[in-house]
Structures are given as C-alpha cells and as structure tokens.
C-alpha cells in the first residue's frame, strides 16, 4: 500500500504539470453586492462545499440563545438511537425557565419524542434531559459539545449549557454557527425533525394526554397564524430569543441544487426575519452550482495517469460529488484550481480546490477507484489485501526471463545444427582412425600363440 501511496503521489505531481495560467486570461474576478443587514452579526454559506457567500461580524463572540441546541440535536442524534428511553431528572424539570413543554419529574419519553420538543418548542427541559441521557451527566455533555466544536474547527465558540439560557461563559459566533450546522444537516434524523412543522408525543407516565408541538420558525411554518415569513424552499432551522442575546436565527433553504445555511445574530424582532429572507433571495439569485466531474477539464483521468494499455480501466476520478459555487456571471473556468495531495485518506490521493476573487468556493476529491489491472503471464504477484488487488511487476525479473530465454534459443539453435549436420561429422570423425589397426593386432596374436 505504501508503494501504491507512492505511486499515486506521482500521479499528482504529474497533474501539477498540467495546470495553466488561468489568471492571464480569466474575466475579472467579480463578488456580488450583498444586502445591508441590520443584525449584528450575519452569514451565509453553502452546506455542500462550506463556501462562505456573504458574512458581516461573523467571528464577533455573542450569545447564541436557543440555536444551542442545534449542537445538542447533533450529539443526540450521533450518540443515541430514538428509541432510548429519557427520565427527566428533578434538575432537568426545576433548574430550567423559559420556553417548555410542561415535563414532570420521573417523566419518561424517548428520545425522539424528546428531540422534536427540543427542536420545535425550543422545550429547555428536554435539552436538560438529553443532555443527562447522552453525556452520563449534565457536564460531561457540556464537555462533549466543546469537543466537538473544536472538531468541526470552531474557534470563537465556549458551551456552557445545552439549552442556551444566559450565561456569560456561553457564547459562540455566526460562523462557528453556520459550521456546525453544516454538519448537522449531513445526519438524515436531524434534517428529518428540524424540517417538521408539528408533531404529536403520545401519553407518557406523567402525561394521560397527547401533546401537541408546532415549530415556531416561522419561514417554515405559520407559527401562531403568522404566514408573513414563509419561505419557499425553507427545509427547517432554529429560533433563539434572550434579553441579552436579542433574537438569533438559522435557517436551512433549497433551491437549485443549493443548499443554504444562514445565521443571523442579536438583531431585533421581527428583523432577524427581514434579514434572512433578503439574504437568501440575495444568494439564490446571484450564484449557483457547478458539478466538478462534469465540468472540469485540465484535471481529466487521461492527464492524470499515463495509461500502459489503450484499453485499460483508470484506477483515480474526479468525486462526482464535488461542487463548486461561483456568482452567476463568472464560467467554472475563471474559478482557479489547486491540487492538494492527501496521504492519509484510504479512498483518495488528493483533492481539487478553487478559489474566486480570493475566497476558497469548493473542490473535489480525486478518488481511488479500485480498478482492476490485466493480469499477464510474468505476473506472480500475490494480493495483500482482500479488498484490493496488487500487480507488481519487477524489472529485475523480466531482464532475467529475457536472458534465459535467449540462452533456450541459442541451445536449441545449436542442437537443430548437430543433427541437420550428424552424418557429415560422424564420417569426419571415422575417416581419422588409424589404418590397419586390426591387422597388427592379429599379428600380435599369432606371435603369441607360437610360444606355446
């Protein structure tokens, strides 16, 4: 595997040759105007490549309020299944204010009856519950939302609760927001709750009735008869509101292939609204996707690899789910690539990024593809690994195979002549013994026999 790794790190450093000058012809680099915002912090960004579209004060530290619990949605749905039973402890029911959905002490629900009331009425008593239920205790949950946000490369972000209540050692940033939001919205289960409008949690221990949530964004949902801010292409997303935090926003969107994660921080009622709305209007309507495979062409499998063979399958191609973002007046060719090698990754050998008007706007990987390579008598390679196949082919052998096969030739060579040629050296050979050898022997004998 090693000499594989490199094998294919030669691959890229031959592809690197095949890179041109696109800075000398390209149009002008142009980023679209964005829209004034009132909030005090905002950004956008596409989930699919992490392309940052439009950001104001987006590593401003403020106070997240209910969007926390986006973070603890994502560590719910990693580390438990839905079908877990959650009590809610006497600290869960008493040691949390604010928005709920009335839980009792020794209630029991599952956990995705408690995920829904957390993402849909914003219910802090059930964050507390998660929270216990995942993390074993209350801090070591807290604990795991630090790591992992430092995992998803947040560094303006400090959790202190998994509900958002005030907290002056709480507090976060829009672009600390918007990463792990992207990838919360990579789990199926999250975007499953977050883009539900209600939901029903049957009778519990506690509860002899039904109780009936209803999500309170109001892009995705009339909350309260309120259809005002209804967005089309709205797939979910998170209110928050505190005193000291304002109202923040995020929220998820769809259209054209793009999917769109924007956060609005400390802004007033209803201009969080406002703001997201023009935003994403902003961003649907001045940029769009590009499909890496099925655009690029400095980077195709036949420049990467110097096939041996005309007919042979090509082991590297370009991840058909690499996608780039560009402003709609700029060609996927003004966009400049990169070759970035990977030695760590076991399905690829590297990735293709580009950058625009100085900000990184996606890329590819460059997959290995597990092709097979044709089998040929000099081959006595053996297979390594059960999931791939290895065909060494040693020079040493092959000049070896080749000299033995000359000395065969030259062998035969030299029999085919004796025997064409047998008759002629056999009388060569009797024509030179000496001439009346039997005669003196019977000389000899006679000489002998007269002594008797």
């Known amino acids: 595997m090693r000499k594989n790794r490199k094998w294919m790190g030669l691959l890229l450093g031959v592809v690197s040759l095949f890179q041109i000058n696109i800075l000398s012809v390209q149009a002008e680099e142009y ?14 960004m596409e989930a699919s490549t992490g392309t940052v579209l439009y950001e104001k004060n987006a590593d401003e530290q403020l106070y997240p309020a209910s969007i926390t619990k986006i973070m603890t949605a994502l560590l719910a749905v990693e580390n438990s299944s839905m079908d877990e039973q959650v009590t809610f402890s006497m600290d869960a029911v008493y040691k949390t204010e604010g928005s709920g959905i009335s839980r009792d002490v020794d209630e029991v629900m599952s956990m995705k009856d408690c995920l829904y009331g957390l993402m849909l009425e914003s219910s802090n008593e059930c964050a507390y519950a998660i929270a216990e239920h995942v993390g074993g205790t209350y801090d070591n949950f807290v604990q795991m939302m630090n790591e992992k946000a430092a995992e998803l490369g947040c560094t303006h972000t400090h959790f202190n609760n998994p509900h958002g209540l005030p907290d002056e050692n709480h507090y976060t940033c829009a672009r600390d927001m918007a990463l792990i939001s992207q990838e919360a919205l990579k789990n199926e289960t999250f975007r499953l709750i977050t883009s539900t409008r209600r939901y029903t949690i049957p009778p519990t221990n506690k509860h002899a009735q039904e109780t009936y949530l209803t999500n309170h964004h109001k892009m995705l949902n009339n909350w309260r008869g309120d259809s005002t801010y209804l967005y089309d292409g709205c797939i979910g997303g998170k209110t928050g509101y505190t005193s000291v935090a304002d109202s923040t926003l995020v929220t998820f969107a769809e259209r054209d292939g793009m999917t769109l994660i924007c956060v609005v921080m400390k802004e007033k009622s209803p201009g969080h609204y406002v703001d997201t709305t023009n935003l994403l209007n902003y ?3 001045n940029f769009q996707l590009w499909n890496v495979a099925e655009n690029e062409q400095n980077y195709t499998s036949d420049k990467m690899e110097n096939k041996i063979f005309a007919k042979e399958e090509s082991f590297l191609s370009v991840d058909s789910q690499g996608f780039i973002v560009l402003p709609k ?3 996927f060719t003004d966009a400049v690539p990169e070759v970035v090698e990977d030695t760590k ?9 580009y950058t625009y008007a100085g900000r990184n706007v996606g890329g590819a990987d460059i997959k290995i593809n597990g092709a097979k390579v044709a089998q040929f008598p000099f081959d006595k390679a053996q297979t390594t690994n059960k999931k791939e196949k290895v065909v060494n082919i040693n020079i040493k052998y092959i000049l070896i195979g080749i000299l033995v096969a000359v000395i065969l030739v030259g062998v035969g060579f030299g029999i085919y002549h004796f025997a064409d040629n047998f008759y002629l050296i056999r009388y060569k050979f009797g024509s030179k013994r000496p001439k009346g050898f039997k005669k003196i022997r019977q000389r000899k004998n006679r000489r002998r026999r007269r002594w008797f």
Request: charge should be negative.
């Open 31 to 44: 980023w679209p105007e964005g829209p004034t915002v009132e909030g005090e912090a905002a950004i956008v």
């Open 283 to 285: 961003c649907f309507e």
């Open 329 to 331: 007046a700029a060609a």
């Open 345 to 353: 990754a076991a399905d690829k050998v590297g990735t293709i990024q």
